[in-house]
């Protein structure tokens, strides 16, 4: 038999639809792809809805959005089908209500009619006894006369023994059963858990490896406890449970030879450069908007992938291509990874004054369309603004950190009225010297032949001597009144363009 080790990985990510994907969520889900990606496996994405109100497809689109900007291509999944799904987990309501239902009949799950009350007042009596709270067996296994509501279902676990975890990041990581409760896998209202339906649908779609946030290792030792049972065989030779529950609800049948998951990674959190978990107070942490801000998306990728990996070698500036061949799960490190938003930026611009004019060009026009911020130029441009774009591009891509940035600069050039900004007016404008020396610039600009910015820088240079001004008193005032703002791109050029 094929065990999960010799095959291709198979890789899921199981992101809950909450419409944004967030700096931990993405890098997990590109060290799955790179996974898959170096050693040629499958990248699954499953949407995890059970949780939670039925995912909206707002939320749903977000998510994909999300990878696919990231360039994170999955090979099944949501758009692009595959042999064992549906891949939106609330699709899969039936399977999971089999899979309990056998649980139940094996004797492996058992039911109990202790309402919320209940279960609140045994943890409150344990508490007052200094016990924890976790329960072994039924709070109650009987139906009370009159009442009509529904059990919830609980997995029977070990009363005594470990359980380990072998953790390609962490190492092996023991549990004691006497810790771990008999946990909820259906609730009353009959809806799945999270650590059932999780544990089944990676059973189901033959996942080998689970790699994951670190917050969810407490989880594994009880979905090995589901991977044992759904995969056991039946004492009739009649293959496993989960086999049997995918036939029962018409769900695609495993493939032969595949086992539950057997390797795990659980990777510590990313944190902000105060050590805390990375929040809105840490600035960006949604993809969307780093999307939004002009990170490219391959610097994202890179700087995500050396957020608690190294290639070993030094190499930090690396291609995807580059990444995918000497990306190792095992070389993950377990201390948590700071974000540092500033070091990002910095590699941003790095990366932005590598890319070819034309390449820069063609980046920008989102953030001018309409797509990012508001807009300065047609979807799609016509030639009259990609000619000014292009102009444009040199004056601005030394200076850049970020794409949006552009957005400052580019109103200037493609609006008709400059919009004048009152503080850089206030400074710089309101003074006589000021007026002086636009008065003087206009006339010696006017009608100058040819109009370009050495001629440009001729005409104004030659006027400091003649009004016996400097350089900022002459250029400033020049600057403010035809860009509007007091930062702008090289001032000739600027004016030639
Ligand atoms: N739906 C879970 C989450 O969003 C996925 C957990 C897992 O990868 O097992 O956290």
């Excluded at 999300?66 to 899969?92: C, I, K, N, T």
């Excluded at 594994?220 to 529950?245: F, I, M």
């Excluded at 990306?327 to 941003?348: I, M, P, Q, S, Y």
Aim: glycine share 8%; net charge negative.
């Amino acid at each position: 038999m094929t065990t999960s080790a010799d095959r291709p990985p198979r890789v899921r990510i199981a992101p809950a639809p909450s419409g944004t994907l967030h700096v931990g969520n993405i890098r997990t889900a590109l060290y799955n792809w790179l996974h898959a990606r170096a050693r040629g496996g499958t990248f699954i994405l499953r949407i995890e809805d059970t949780d939670q109100q039925r995912a909206t497809p707002e939320s749903v689109r977000g998510v994909l959005e999300a990878l696919r900007w990231a360039g994170l291509d999955w090979d099944e999944g949501p758009q692009v089908g595959g042999a064992h799904g549906p891949y939106v987990q609330s699709e899969r309501a039936v399977f999971h209500a089999a899979v309990v239902r056998r649980l139940l009949a094996a004797g492996d799950a058992f039911e109990d009619f202790a309402t919320a009350q209940e279960l609140q007042a045994h943890r409150e009596t344990q508490r007052a006894a200094a016990r924890p709270p976790l329960l072994k067996g039924p709070l109650r296994s009987e139906r009370r006369p009159g009442e009509t509501g529904a059990p919830s279902i609980r997995m029977r676990t070990p009363t005594s023994g470990e359980v380990a975890v072998d953790d390609l990041v962490r190492g092996r990581v023991s549990f004691d059963w006497s810790d771990i409760g008999d946990f909820v896998i259906q609730r009353a209202d009959g809806s799945a858990t999270y650590p059932l339906a999780n544990a089944a649908d990676d059973v189901a779609q033959g996942v080998t490896l689970v790699c994951r946030g670190e917050d969810l290792l407490s989880v594994t030792p009880r979905q090995l406890l589901l991977y044992e049972a759904l995969t056991r065989a039946d004492d009739e030779g009649r293959g496993a449970l989960v086999d049997a529950a995918l036939d029962e609800s018409g769900l695609p049948a495993r493939a032969p030879g595949w086992g539950p998951p057997t390797g795990f990674a659980h990777l510590s959190l990313v944190v902000g450069d105060d050590r805390k978990p990375l929040s809105k107070r840490h600035g960006s942490v949604a993809v969307a908007e780093f999307a939004r801000h002009g990170y490219l998306p391959e610097v994202l990728v890179n700087y995500l992938a050396l957020l608690g990996w190294a290639p070993g070698d030094g190499r930090e500036r690396m291609t995807v291509d580059e990444l995918i061949a000497a990306f190792d799960l095992a070389a993950v490190g377990r201390t948590a990874a700071a974000f540092d938003e500033d070091k990002l930026a910095a590699f941003n611009g790095e990366r932005i004054r590598a890319l070819t004019r034309e390449e820069l060009t063609e980046r920008l026009v989102p953030f001018l369309d309409g797509t990012y911020g508001q807009a300065l130029i047609g979807r799609p441009p016509d030639d009259q603004e990609l000619r000014l774009l292009r102009g444009l591009v040199p004056l601005v891509q030394e200076r850049m950190q970020r794409l949006d940035e552009v957005q400052e600069y580019a109103p200037a050039f493609f609006r008709e009225a400059v919009e004048l900004d009152p503080d850089a007016v206030a400074k710089v404008l309101g003074k006589d010297a000021a007026v002086t020396a636009l008065e003087a610039a206009h006339r010696a600009l006017d009608g100058l032949e040819p109009w370009t910015a050495d001629a440009i820088e001729q005409v104004l240079r030659g006027l400091l001597d003649q009004l016996s001004m400097g350089a900022r008193k002459v250029f400033q005032p020049v600057r403010v009144a035809v860009t509007g703002s007091s930062v702008s791109p090289p001032l000739f050029e600027s004016l030639e363009l």
